[in-house]
């Protein structure tokens, strides 16, 4: 079973849309969507949710008031000022650290698991499907990224496919480090402008130079820019990354969107047959992988 990543050094750049599109060309595959903070790949797969598990990402502290002494320590450990004045945690500002409980002469402090979102598993037209919603300001995305990952490779494996598919995150943050650790590629999305080639390189450096992953990018809508296209290309040359392709602007794209469609469902002669010659040039690679 080989892990495909996609990613991208930002948003916006057309990461899920690729993703989707795979979708459409791959048949031995479970997909996933590790973009826990910002989820939206559900949006395009309408997915038929078979499964609901709550996600416990980290710990909160509460103050149980018959106990408490209102001795003010825990005021007086709390880097986060979360304590109010009346001896009340605040949770939103609570950084589930646990001093105020440790430090509690009167041990009135509660520290209990605090569920930060849900996880998902549901069936698509396309085939199985893992995702993962966390809450508004919740932690540990990392930690959910990683079992939104486990749960893919378990179906994966009970159903003997070939491929997990992932829409991982953008940027170079802990979501992103989850995502791609001890995968078998990755694809970064970029655009043809000055901050896409700057965030192809942090995002490159973080895949290829420092987990050696085999790294391929793609330029989505490389007609607007063919000089900065070609800096891209240079770049991937210069520094062992596989320059897979590079889809034209087409308003063709965000129609499909807007229908809850991928790029196949909705027809786009040109930007399919871009993705189909990109697909095939991951793949060739990936079988390379278990050749060796």
Known sequence: MKELVVISGKGGTGK????????????????????????????????????????????????????????????????????????IIDPIACEGCGVCAWFCPAEAIDFKEHQNGYMYESETRFGPFVHAKLGIAEENSG????????????????????????????????????????????????EPTKSGIHDLERVSQLSRTHFGIPTFVCVNKFDINIDMTKKIKDYCEENDLVFAGKIPYDTSITKAMVQGKNIFEYSSPVVEETIRSMWTIIQESLKNEKAD
């Open 143 to 190: 930690k959910l990224v990683t079992l939104v990952r486990k749960k893919a490779k378990e179906i994966a494996q009970k159903n003997n496919f070939e491929y997990t598919i992932i829409d991982g995150s953008p940027g170079v943050g802990c979501p992103v480090i989850s995502s791609i650790a001890g995968s078998n590629a990755v694809l970064i999305v970029t």
């Open 16 to 87: 899920t849309t690729i993703t989707a599109a795979l979708a459409s060309l791959i048949n031995d595959k479970v997909m996933a969507d590790c973009d826990v903070d910002a989820a939206d790949l559900h949006l395009i797969f309408d997915p038929d949710i078979k499964k609901q598990t709550d996600f416990y990402g980290g710990k909160l502290a509460t103050i149980r008031s018959e106990d408490c002494i209102s001795c003010g320590k825990c005021l007086e450990v709390c880097q986060f000022d979360a304590v109010s004045e009346d001896f």
